[in-house]
């Protein structure tokens, strides 16, 4: 019996011991669990974090590619957001979009209207000294000299600057207006002057593209845009003059634009064009001569009208220019900007625009 009673007593305290044990180890394994469970979710957290950079880091290069299209490398700054550091507007910025919302398509452009400087400079008071804008709540995707070859144009002049300001305006660039101005009596010389406006541009600010328009003549749809492509550009496509169509496949007259790359890679334009005509035909060879095409917007977008005029003093047509275009390949490299040597007598910067006056020599 008290054997009996002794097996029963050792019975009953080895089971607290098993359920102590049994607590013990479901203790252990909720614990076990829960780790478990927060070695995942803190697995987890990282991994969906850095999804989350990796899709941040395409962006990026996605945003990067984009700017290795635009020709000028004007994108190639800082992120979206920048630090302006000009005067007066703010200072944190996007870049604008390729496409800017502003534009509005066909315009009216009429030559009858009575315009001056002054309403013109009225109208653009975002416009800085020099001709100098750049869009105040966005980065502008390039850097753009317009250059204007010139002499005793100014009734044309007016005209240009009081269409052209608010469409380069709506157009969301970065550039500066560039009047070359002749001096002098000598014979005209339309390609010398754009090639000192290249370089009097570079000494004020880092263009990286140009377009280079007379002085007569103004755009008709302000999705033309004056930039530049991955090609060199010509923008008056269709002009008026000529029934709105082109007069030959290979016209580069009238307003085109270059990047910087572009325009060096031809040694910019010929100084030996005295006259009128054929230099804009050497520009066209240039180009050709280095692989290049020409990229143009569609006849609709490409409208232009021309200001009526008669033909200027001291620019009669050049009879020497079929011979010279003949020879584009054989002179292109000795002559161009990496030759090019003028006076330069004022650099003066008005309301609307930068007036360089300069003495380009004789012919
Ligand atoms: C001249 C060009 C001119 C074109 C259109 C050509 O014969 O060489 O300079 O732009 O005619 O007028």
Not at 168 to 192: C, H, M, P, S
Request: glycine content about 8%; some cysteine.
């Amino acid at each position: 019996m008290a054997s009996a009673l002794s097996s029963s007593a050792s019975a009953s305290s080895a089971a607290p011991q098993s359920t102590r044990n049994f607590n013990f180890l479901h203790r252990l394994c909720k614990l076990v669990v829960v780790l478990c469970f927060l070695h995942i979710s803190v697995t987890l957290l990282y991994y969906v974090r850095s999804l989350d950079i990796r899709s941040a880091f395409v962006r990026n290069q996605q945003q990067r590619n984009r700017d290795d299209g635009d020709p000028t490398g004007a994108s190639t700054g800082p992120g979206s957001e920048a630090l302006y550091n000009g005067t007066g507007t703010p200072k944190i910025w996007k870049n604008c979009p390729q496409t800017s919302p502003l534009l509005v398509g066909p315009l009216r452009v009429d030559f009858n209207i009575e315009v001056s400087l002054e309403l013109a400079a009225k109208q653009n008071p975002q416009v800085g000294p020099g001709g100098r804008y750049r869009p105040a709540d966005c980065r502008a995707l390039q850097k753009v000299a317009v250059i204007i070859p010139f002499r005793k144009r100014e009734p044309h002049l007016k005209f240009w600057l009081y269409y052209l300001h608010p469409i380069l305006r709506r157009q969301q660039l970065d550039y500066g207006v560039y009047v070359i101005n002749q001096e002098g009596d000598e014979t005209f010389n339309r390609a010398k002057l754009l090639n000192v406006g290249y370089a009097e541009a570079l000494k004020d600010y880092d263009y990286g593209c140009f377009v280079f328009s007379d002085v007569d003549l103004i755009p008709m749809d302000d999705r033309n845009i004056y930039k530049c492509f991955g090609q060199p550009r010509h923008l008056s496509v269709s002009m008026d003059k000529f029934g709105f169509r082109l007069p030959y496949n290979q016209y580069f007259g009238g307003v085109s634009s270059m990047s910087k790359e572009q325009y060096l890679k031809i040694n910019g334009f010929p100084n030996n064009y005295w006259g009128w005509g054929g230099e804009d035909d050497d520009i066209f060879n240039r180009l050709a001569s280095k692989g290049m095409s020409i990229s143009r917007p569609s006849g609709d977008v490409g409208k232009c009208r021309m200001i009526r005029h008669e033909r200027d003093e001291r620019n009669d047509p050049n009879p020497q220019r079929f011979n010279r275009i003949a020879h584009t390949r054989e002179t292109m490299n000795k002559d161009g900007i990496r030759s090019l040597s003028y006076k330069l007598l004022s650099k003066e910067k008005l309301a609307l625009y930068t007036k360089i006056t300069v003495d380009i020599g004789k012919p």
